[in-house]
């Protein structure tokens, strides 16, 4: 069956960088979009960034400057870097692709 595992999250001061990564199994990975949403304590689920097919990247303006979404279609692994990370950060940080997301890894931005 299709699955997405993240990994990578982690408490990081503000300033500081992380880098997530999603390995995926059980679809082509190279045929599909790939995104990363967030949703933080109390929120809603929040679009961050999409690589499509052909390796074209999409952010949203909040993160835009700071982080950068890649994949590696070898490897079925999205990744994400994050720099300069802010405290409203903070969330759970899931990898998507069409139909389906991950259990998510937690990232905490905090002095």
């Known amino acids: 069956q299709e699955q997405l595992v993240e990994s990578g999250g982690g408490l990081v001061q503000p300033g500081g960088s992380l880098r997530l990564s999603c390995v995926a199994s059980g679809f082509t990975f190279s045929s599909n979009p790939m995104s990363w949403v967030r949703q933080a304590p109390g929120k809603g689920l929040e679009w961050v960034s999409t690589i499509n097919q052909g390796g074209n990247t999409y952010y949203a303006d909040s993160v835009k400057g700071r982080f950068i979404i890649s994949r590696d279609n070898a490897k079925k692994t999205l990744y994400l870097q994050m720099n300069s990370l802010k405290p409203e950060d903070t969330a759970t940080y899931y990898c998507?692709?069409?139909?389906?997301r991950g259990q998510g890894t937690q990232v905490t931005v905090s002095s």
């Open positions: 998507a692709k069409p139909g389906k």
